[in-house]
């Protein structure tokens, strides 16, 4: 039932504005309310009216009786005085309705068996409402002794065009409780959704625009809150935008030089190729030929590096349960293929964690490939990991104070790494790789030289999986 309610109300509101859908609903609730409170203030005061009236025709009756009624029915007293007042007084003996005043009217059809049962004592009183010529009247009968019953008519005109002007007093009321429901509704929806119009305003604005500003919170309410998230939102957004802005301006930069090397390159053979007096020796084309392999080589570094932290999707591609230890046990391997003339010491303790292997992997990798890089020819790299820490120690030159804020920020380089191989990426890569498994990484420069690079992952337990 309620939601057949609900389907019809959206039938008919679905296509209104909110303001205006707040407004009619406001308006409906309060019709069926003042409808319902109508109805029974109308049904109240009817029955209190018969109520009052029967109670007042039952005391003059039961006055009427124990004042006078006996075999001389037409000479009553009491039932003259009832006469006089509007109400008509009769007997019912033997089962016939007699008139107890002389000139009284003709009710002989009002004749009816609850009277019949309160002559012969079946009932003690008795109470009904007739309608005479349209009228309506208030019949009720009392015992007046053995066989015999009192029975007083008395019409009900009076309270009838009292219950009509009521009627209309209500229904007036409710119309015009019904038309200040819809303008209070209509100016208090206007009114409060006034921030919502301003967001509305201000989503469009963005999107044909692309400019994100804030817009004005007033008050502590909801609406506030929704505000509040909003901008959030938007600075949220403003903040990615600059991101993606300085990582495209910093590719093109770092991009540039070794395609202008490779460009250079690629015309010194042309040049020869076409001019036959400006022909290169062996050895001058497989210095170049060398030149052109490193500068692919840190070219396709640099743009696996940029696809990596373009990516902003969440750890979902292939989250498992895996040992840590292999996962750095296969970055060492990896590492002293290409370093060969550095010592690394390994000393691991099993770990287990979840997440996407080749992506921790890459991150140890760059971590040793940055160790390795900076570390003298035999000098040795220790590796160790204890209860979730991977530590990454190097004997290089260490990192100067200054660096140590910037070292995992995209394509910062110190000044003595400008003049190496690489793209400045490979521990923003590390740091992302962190971040995304619930982790952590940090970096140290003790005075004594040499660097420590520490990565941390929370442990996977078995009950941790549900």
């Known amino acids: 039932m309620i939601d057949a309610l609900h ?39 009817r029955a209190e009216f018969q109520n009052s009236l029967d109670d007042s025709m039952y005391r003059r009756a039961q006055a009427a009786v124990t004042s006078g009624i006996n075999e001389s029915l037409l000479t009553i007293p009491s039932a003259r005085s009832l006469a006089y007042i509007g109400i008509q007084p009769f007997i019912v003996k033997g089962g016939e309705l007699l008139p107890a005043t002389n000139g009284a009217s003709d009710y002989s059809q009002l004749k009816g068996y609850r009277e019949l049962e309160v002559s012969v004592g079946q009932r003690e009183r008795s109470a009904r409402t007739i309608y005479l010529d349209g009228v309506p009247h208030r019949v009720v009968a009392v015992r007046a002794g053995a066989g015999t019953a009192l029975v007083l008519v008395q019409s009900m005109e009076s309270n009838q065009d009292a219950l009509e002007r009521l009627k209309v007093i209500l229904l007036v009321s409710s119309i015009a409780g019904v038309a200040a429901a819809g303008v209070a509704g209509w100016a208090v929806a206007a009114n409060g959704l006034r921030p919502v119009r301003r967001l509305t305003a201000a989503t469009e604005r963005v999107a044909r625009t692309a400019e994100l500003t804030p817009i004005e919170v007033t008050g502590r309410d909801e609406l506030a809150r929704l505000t509040t998230s909003f901008n959030a939102m938007l600075q949220a957004l403003d903040a990615s935008q600059e991101r993606q802005r300085q990582l495209v301006a910093d590719a093109g930069h770092e991009l540039r030089t070794p395609l202008t090397s490779l460009r250079t390159n690629i015309e010194l053979i042309g040049q020869a190729a076409d001019n036959t007096e400006r022909h290169l020796t062996d050895e001058q084309r497989h210095e170049i030929m060398g030149d052109v392999r490193a500068q692919l080589e840190e070219l396709t570094t640099l743009v696996g590096d940029l696809v990596e932290l373009a990516r902003d999707e969440p750890l979902s591609r292939d989250p498992e349960p895996l040992d840590l230890a292999d996962v750095v046990t296969q970055a060492v391997d990896r590492v002293r293929l290409r370093a060969q003339e550095v010592e690394v010491e390994v000393d691991l303790t099993p770990w287990m964690v979840i997440g996407e ?15 390795a890089k900076w570390s003298p020819p035999g000098g040795t790299i220790r590796v160790t990991l204890r209860e979730g820490r991977v530590t990454i120690t190097d004997e290089g030159p260490g990192i100067a104070a200054e660096d140590l804020p910037h070292i995992f920020d995209r394509f910062y380089r110190s000044s003595e790494a400008r003049t190496l191989p690489g793209s400045g990426l490979g521990l923003s890569i590390v740091k992302r790789a962190a971040e995304r498994h619930g982790g952590t990484v940090e970096v140290s420069s003790p005075p004594d030289g040499g660097t420590v690079f520490t990565l941390t992952l929370p442990e996977h337990r078995p009950d941790d999986q549900a």
């Open 7 to 45: 389907r019809l109300v959206q039938k008919f509101t679905g296509r209104l504005s909110l303001a205006l859908r707040v407004a009619v609903l406001t308006t409906m609730a309060v019709a069926v309310t003042l409808s319902v409170v109508s109805a029974l203030v109308y049904v109240v005061v």
């Open 357 to 371: 292997p080749q992506l921790l992997e890459r991150a140890i990798t760059n971590l040793l490939d940055n160790a």
